[in-house]
C-alpha cells in the first residue's frame, strides 16, 4: 500500500515535471545550453545581431563550423517571441567562385542588418577577413537585399574613412599626418597605449582604417552608424553611414584611443547612448564595459562593468554581441553574448539576459532560465 502510494505520488510529479518542462522550454531562453531551432537544429547565428521589422525579429549570424573560417556564410533565424526561432536560411553564402572575397575559407563575422526607409532596402554589413591572410586584412563587406530573408547581394568591402579626420582632431594631429604622409616613426614599445593608437590611426589614414569587430545602430533621427575596432583593436570609431547605409560618409569618433575594446553593442535609452563593449582577449572572454554619452559624438562616460554576481569578472564566459530593445515593452533591453568554444566554435553557446537599469547604469546578471514573455510588464 504504502509502496503503491509512493509509486503514484513519484508518476505524478514526473508527469507535472515533464509539463513544467515542456510550457516552460517552449517560452523560455536558457542561457548557456544548447539552443534549438523550431525544427529540433542547434541554432548556428554567431556574433549575432537583431533586426526588428514588421512583427518579427530576425537573428543574423556567423554560421561557424568547426574552426573560424567561413564555409557557409550568414544565416537568419525568425521569431516572434525572442524563444522559438525558425531557421529562415543561408541569406549570404560563401562563393565558389576562388576570385571572390567571400569565397569559402574567407572570415565573416559579426554580421548585422537594418532596413533602410528611403532606399526600401536592408543592409548588412559584417567584418571580412580575405582567405589566407588571417586577421590582417580587417576590411569591412556591405551586402543589401530586397526582403529580410535575403538573398543578400555582395557589394564589396572596404576599408572605412580614408582621408578623413575624426570628429575633433587636433591641429597637431592634421599636421603630423599631412606632413608625414601618414605615420612618423614608430613609437616605443614602452610609449602610452593612446600614442600607439595614434600611429596606428595615422598609418592607415590615406589607406582607410581598419574595421574588424563591429555592430550597426540606427538612431532615432534615420541616421545609421558603423562601430567597429580599428587600429590594430586598439581604438573602436564610430561612424555614419550616408543616406543609402551603404557607404561612410567621413564623419566618425575615436572612442578612447588606446581603450583596447570591441564586441561592441550600442543602444539608446531615454534619449541616451549607452555602448557596452569587451577587452581584446581573442576566444577568452574578459570584463565587460558600459559607457554612456549624451550625444553619440561623445563625451563618453565610462561606468565600469555592467555585470554583477559571480563569473561577472569574465562575462559569465561570454563576449557581447548585441543589445536589442524588446518592442511592446517598457525600458526592456536584452544583452546578447557568445560563450564562444574555441575548440569547436560550431558549439559556441549563447548568453541572452535581460538588462536591469539603476539610473543610467545597466545591471546583467546570470540567470539559468528566464522567459521574456513574462519579464517586462
Ligand atoms: C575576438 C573577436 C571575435 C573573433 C575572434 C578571433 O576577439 O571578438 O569576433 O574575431 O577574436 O580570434
Known amino acids: 500500500m504504502q509502496f503503491l502510494t509512493l509509486w503514484c ?27 534549438m531551432d523550431t525544427n529540433g537544429e542547434p541554432i548556428n547565428a554567431h556574433g549575432g545581431g537583431i533586426l526588428t521589422h514588421d512583427g518579427f525579429y530576425y537573428w543574423y549570424g556567423e ?21 522559438n526561432w525558425e531557421n529562415a536560411g543561408v541569406v549570404l553564402p560563401v562563393s565558389d567562385d576562388p576570385t571572390s572575397e567571400i569565397t569559402s575559407g574567407c572570415v565573416m563575422e559579426r554580421p548585422k542588418v537594418l532596413y533602410n526607409e528611403h532606399t526600401g532596402k536592408f543592409v548588412m554589413w559584417f567584418h571580412l577577413e580575405l582567405k589566407g591572410h588571417r586577421y590582417n586584412a580587417a576590411r569591412t563587406g556591405c551586402a543589401i537585399a530586397d526582403t529580410p530573408t535575403g538573398p543578400f547581394r555582395y557589394l564589396g568591402s572596404t576599408r572605412p574613412n580614408a582621408g578623413r579626420f575624426p570628429v575633433g582632431a587636433s591641429s597637431e594631429m592634421r599636421e603630423q599626418i599631412i606632413s608625414n604622409r601618414g605615420a612618423g616613426p ?11 593608437a595614434d600611429w596606428f590611426f595615422a598609418r592607415d589614414f590615406y589607406g582607410g582604417q581598419m574595421a ?16 567597429f575596432a580599428a587600429e590594430e583593436n586598439y581604438t573602436l570609431h564610430i561612424a555614419e553611414l550616408d543616406e543609402t547605409f551603404t557607404r561612410h560618409t567621413g564623419r566618425f569618433m575615436r572612442f578612447f584611443p588606446g581603450g583596447h575594446r570591441e564586441a561592441p553593442a550600442l543602444f539608446k535609452r531615454n534619449g541616451r547612448y549607452h555602448l557596452i563593449t569587451s577587452g581584446c582577449t581573442g576566444w577568452a572572454p574578459n570584463a565587460a564595459q558600459h559607457a554612456v554619452a549624451d550625444s553619440i559624438w561623445g563625451p563618453w562616460e565610462i561606468t565600469g562593468n555592467p555585470c554583477v554576481g559571480e563569473g561577472s569578472n569574465k562575462t559569465f564566459r561570454s563576449q557581447s554581441t548585441f543589445v536589442l530593445p524588446v518592442v511592446n515593452k517598457q525600458d526592456a533591453f536584452v544583452f546578447l553574448a557568445d560563450r564562444w568554444n574555441r575548440d569547436n566554435l560550431a558549439d559556441s553557446r549563447y548568453l541572452w539576459l535581460p538588462i536591469e537599469f539603476e539610473g543610467d547604469k545597466p ?7 528566464w522567459i521574456p514573455a513574462n519579464h517586462w510588464n
Open 63 to 83: 554560421h561557424k563550423g568547426k574552426r573560424h573560417s567561413a564555409e557557409v556564410g550568414i544565416r537568419v533565424y525568425r521569431s516572434t517571441d525572442l524563444s
Open 186 to 196: 614608430e613609437p616605443e614599445p614602452s610609449a602610452p597605449k593612446s600614442e600607439k
Open 9 to 35: 505520488i513519484a508518476v505524478i510529479l514526473i508527469a507535472a515535471g515533464t509539463e513544467a518542462e515542456s510550457v516552460d522550454a517552449s517560452n523560455s531562453i536558457r542561457p548557456g545550453a544548447v539552443w
Open 212 to 227: 574588424r569587430d563591429m555592430t550597426l545602430f540606427l538612431d532615432d533621427d534615420g541616421t545609421a552608424y558603423h562601430i
Open 363 to 369: 545591471t546583467i546578471r546570470f540567470v539559468d532560465r
